[in-house]
């Protein structure tokens, strides 16, 4: 022994001599809480454990200090004893050290299995199944898929599952997989393993039990450590954006000549100023810096480093991002366990769980927290001995112009970051996401069943997966229809016996490697350098040859890409910029929004602030003054009202919904919903009505929004699957009554000086008999489905004649400058665009086959939207468009169908559409439907175009006073 023993206690006493020894060679001299709690249940073998705390507070060690003294015990019979599984590879790699070291004095084998382990040690572990396996859910799966008839005699003597990280599964796609497959793990062995999860600290340990073991959360034994109570030293600190020394037309310029550029010429202002602080704060300790997104860290790496150039000092700034080369990664996480040089890692969330990397000298963060639990799992790096932690928060906010938003008066980043921090304080955060159908990872699990056993019956596999599995919100009806949806696009297939088997498209579905995953992982380029990997680019990034680029903190430029090996190969540069990857951030909780709404009213000033982040706070307080906001929600802008609700998201969805539902055109805008055409008293009139008439049913409010597909195989269900899916993830009418009713209620009680006594009267609608006006049939195809960020990549155009008939037809290709985005639904790679004309050389084209015409589109809406965002980059915007949308007609005018989505309204009137969305082929379509739609509403008695829902004004000029250039790109 090199140490005196851990203080004596009952539990330490219950463990295996041997690891008792290796306790004391640890140089311990107590247990833990967590760890103390947790010896007897996990001993006794027979419950369910969730055992939360903080980051590095010993959770693992909780976990198998008492298992692998029972596993040193009774060894047990060939197969594996204990499954330990982890949301990232590094963290099983991290942990495969830790627990090799601990089993070594035990002679208990400890594997590991994952996507950076070769395939001879795969087979021998299935040959000779022992001891403990590390594994992630995707390769817990894969042996689900491709060793099923092996499952029960590999977990022949399972006696724990292991959960790390739990918190990071909850409420998500990937863990309602975890869920299917712990089940799973039950029917192979054919008893109840005992589950073990290990969490960070949460606001409702409840939730977390019913996810370790679904429906029987009650009976899952929680132990919270008590040991969270460390010392906080907090700074934020504002910053106010400026611009750029360089604008990116400048800089596209400079590029274009290959002057050097630097990062600081296109870096704005305050990234600068910010790059300054972290610089000289930072230097000389060890740290880790949380930034929003990848292209921040590629940003901020770039910019320190070059501050040590310019300094003449070692770099001590570093990346760490998912797209970053395994070996690029490793090596950062190398240099900060390391503790005879100082490093600073600018990192997204790949450095926020468990890889031990030590104790951190601070953490920073870059931006608003993504959470309340995010911020917490964050600041659990620093001061893990003893030592204060130390966090500092970096908030940019817009400079305040005469034309400047309301909403952005309101200095919501701010606000929304003390908003967390004072949660943080409170220990209140997030709780798991409400259950939700999670339809896309029944549909995985479905297909993965059948493999794993080779064909199984609709009523197995619905009592396997719903009835006692963890997808009990699916009822038998709804889990016909999946089934239905899935046969109808080739993924299954049934015998005459009734037995599922996979179909055409599930053969390939489940043989291809991305199978196992429950999310999408896109196509993704390597980038190259003299043979060594950089990393990877989705590949809707990808870059022409001869770009700049900042990649791993370095600057690169294209010299050469290889479509068919997917790599791109770049050499060292002067200049670069960071690309751009693609990613939403999450959901902001309620609780979150009606905190900021306490700031605002508040006059205390957090001590936490620097100078500019108090004058910011102040700025915002007087905004929210000035507004009104505190006695009225409404707020006249323009011919517009904006509506402040002070609602979490998933509550402005539905609200936004809800009035769409009403007629009326609504934007999210910051805190805001801008509701078009209406006065404030309108508007809390209308709000008034919705609290006595009541809102549509969720499903209803769902078939509103044109694209619902989020997850993995939402493309194969049909609209109302889709609809239904939706409805349980994004809609929330319970909340969304109580919110309408107190915005109404501020309505009512409002002096009747705080909102206007009458709504503005619309502008008179000119009148256009049916069949009068030549029409011009649109279909874009784009990079993204938010039209506020969309760049058109196809765009064609069957212009007709007064009475239908054909007049001319127009299609091109479009290079956007951009990624194609959904390649997988318009099927046009970055090579397709490459030599397509920009917008702006089309542009004169567009604007002649429009000109003078009603404008058609199914899901007009959208369309319309893209094409005048395309016209106002150019400077052109268009006039009131007079727009006619054939998916509204088809609710109309159209025979009964499934879903009024182009491909089902077209088969319905016996259309055929292609498979690919070519945006010719779906403008003729389109056009045809115009006419079958046209003809009946004649038939029915219709006049005037407003009769069948024309809405705006004919334009009057063109939309650009270009003339017709000819310049188009067909595809190949």
Request: proline residues 6%.
């Amino acid at each position: 022994m090199t140490t005196s023993p851990p203080s004596a206690s009952e539990s330490f006493e219950r463990l295996h001599p041997k690891v008792q020894r290796w306790i004391w060679q640890q140089g311990w001299t107590q247990l833990r809480s967590a760890q103390e709690a947790a010896i007897a249940p996990v001993l006794a073998g027979d419950t369910d454990i969730l055992i939360a705390a903080a980051t590095a507070s010993g959770k693992t060690e909780a976990a198998f200090l008492p298992i692998c003294s029972a596993l040193a015990r009774a060894p047990g019979e060939p197969g594996f004893t204990a499954v330990y599984v982890s949301p990232l590879k590094a963290l099983i790699n991290d942990q495969y050290g830790r627990l090799d070291e601990l089993c070594a004095h035990l002679e208990i084998p400890v594997a590991r299995w994952h996507g950076d382990v070769g395939s001879q040690v795969k087979s021998g572990l299935v040959k000779n199944p022992q001891g403990i396996l590390l594994i992630t859910p995707e390769s817990l799966e894969a042996l689900f898929v491709l060793r099923g008839w092996k499952m029960p005699n590999l977990m022949a003597s399972l006696r724990y599952v292991v959960i790390d990280e739990l918190h990071s599964f909850l409420g998500t796609a990937r863990g309602a997989q975890l869920q299917s497959l712990m089940h799973r793990l039950d029917l192979a062995v054919r008893r109840r393993v005992p589950r073990i999860g290990l969490s960070a600290t949460l606001g409702d340990m409840s939730a977390a039990a019913d996810f370790l073991r679904p429906g029987k959360g009650s009976g899952v034994t929680t132990i919270v450590s008590g040991s969270d109570g460390q010392e906080l030293r907090l700074q934020v600190r504002g910053y106010i954006a400026a611009a750029p020394t360089l604008n990116p037309r400048a800089r596209a310029a400079h590029e274009l000549n290959e002057d050097a550029v630097s990062v600081d010429d296109f870096s704005s202002g305050d990234n600068l100023e910010i790059a300054d602080h972290l610089f000289g704060t930072l230097r000389g300790t060890h740290n880790l810096v949380f930034a929003n997104s990848r292209t921040a860290v590629e940003t901020y790496t770039d910019l320190l480093s070059r501050r040590c150039d310019a300094a003449a000092v070692p770099n001590e700034f570093v990346p760490h991002h998912g797209n970053l080369s395994k070996d690029i990664r490793e090596h950062t996480e190398s240099r900060l366990r390391d503790r005879t040089q100082p490093v600073t890692a600018i990192c997204t969330s790949t450095l926020e769980m468990g890889i031990d990397i030590g104790s951190v000298t601070s953490v920073a963060q870059l931006g608003t927290p993504p959470g309340v639990a995010a911020l917490r799992q964050r600041l659990g790096r620093s001061g893990r001995r003893g030592d204060p932690a130390t966090l500092r928060l970096y908030i940019s906010e817009a400079k305040v112009e005469p034309t400047t938003h309301p909403a952005d008066e309101l200095r919501a980043q701010l606000v929304q970051a003390i908003a967390t921090i004072e949660l943080l304080l409170r220990r209140w955060y997030e709780p798991p996401q409400a259950e939700t159908l999670h339809l896309s990872t029944l549909i995985q699990q479905i297909l993965s069943l059948i493999a794993q056993h080779g064909g199984v019956t609709p009523a197995d596999a619905h009592r396997t997966l719903c009835v006692k599995g963890p997808f009990a919100a699916v009822d038998a009806a709804l889990f016909s229809a999946v089934l239905r949806d899935l046969s109808a696009s080739t993924l299954i297939r049934q015998e005459s016996d009734g037995l599922l088997l996979h179909g055409e498209l599930g053969e390939r579905v489940v043989n291809h490697y991305s199978f196992y995953a429950a999310f999408t992982a896109p196509t993704e380029y390597r980038i190259v350098t003299g043979g060594r990997t950089l990393g990877s680019l989705p590949m809707e990034q990808l870059l022409p040859q001869g770009s700049l680029l900042i990649f791993a903190g370095r600057r690169w430029r294209v010299v050469a890409i290889d479509t068919q090996a997917k790599v791109i190969e770049v050499a060292k540069s002067s200049g670069g910029h960071p690309p751009r990857f693609t990613g939403t951030g999450p959901d902001i909780h309620d609780r979150i929004r009606t905190e900021m709404r306490l700031i605002y009213e508040s006059s205390t000033v957090p001590a936490y602030l620097d100078v500019t982040g108090q004058q910011l706070l102040d700025e915002g307080r007087q905004a929210y003054r000035r507004l009104g906001l505190r006695s009225n929600p409404f707020v006249g802008f323009g011919n517009d009202t904006l509506l402040f609700p002070f609602r979490g998201d998933t509550i402005m969805t539905t609200l936004t919904l809800a009035l769409h539902a009403r007629g009326f055109t609504v934007t999210r805008q910051g805190l805001a919903l801008a509701m078009s055409d209406i006065t404030p008293l309108a508007a809390a009139r209308l709000l008034d009505e919705l609290t006595e008439t009541g809102l549509p049913d969720a499903i209803a409010l769902a078939g509103l929004v044109p694209d619902k597909r989020i997850d993995k195989y939402d493309d194969v269900l049909s609209e109302p699957l889709l609809a239904r899916s939706y409805a349980a993830r994004k809609i929330d009418l319970a909340q969304t009554r109580e919110a309408i009713q107190a915005l109404a209620a501020y309505g009512r009680n409002a002096p009747a000086t705080d909102i206007d006594p009458a709504p503005l009267k619309p502008a008179p609608l000119k009148r256009h008999l049916l069949c009068s006006l030549p029409m011009a049939v649109v279909d874009v195809e784009t990079t993204s489905v938010d039209p506020s960020k969309a760049r058109i990549v196809e765009i064609a155009i069957v212009r007709l004649n007064a009475d239908g008939s054909p007049d001319r037809t127009y299609c091109s290709l479009v290079n956007a400058g951009d990624r194609p985005g959904p390649t997988h639904i318009h099927g046009l790679t970055q090579a397709d665009l490459a030599g397509a004309p920009r917008f702006a050389e089309i542009a004169g084209d567009v604007a002649n086959l429009l000109e003078g015409a009603v404008i058609v589109a199914h899901n007009a809406a959208y369309d319309t939207a893209v094409l005048s965002a395309e016209f106002a980059r150019i400077g052109c915007a268009p006039d009131d468009l007079l727009t006619l949308c054939t998916l509204e007609l088809s609710r109309r005018f159209g025979r009964a169908t499934t879903s009024h989505r182009l491909g089902d309204c077209a088969e319905a009137e016996g259309l055929a559409l292609h498979r690919w969305h070519s945006a010719e082929h779906d403008a003729q379509i389109c056009a045809r439907l115009l006419r079958i739609y046209l003809a009946r509403a004649e038939a029915q008695g219709a006049q005037w175009l407003d009769e069948i829902g024309a809405v705006g004004n004919l334009p009057t000029a063109a939309w650009v006073p270009a003339p017709p250039t000819g310049h188009s790109h067909q595809r190949r």
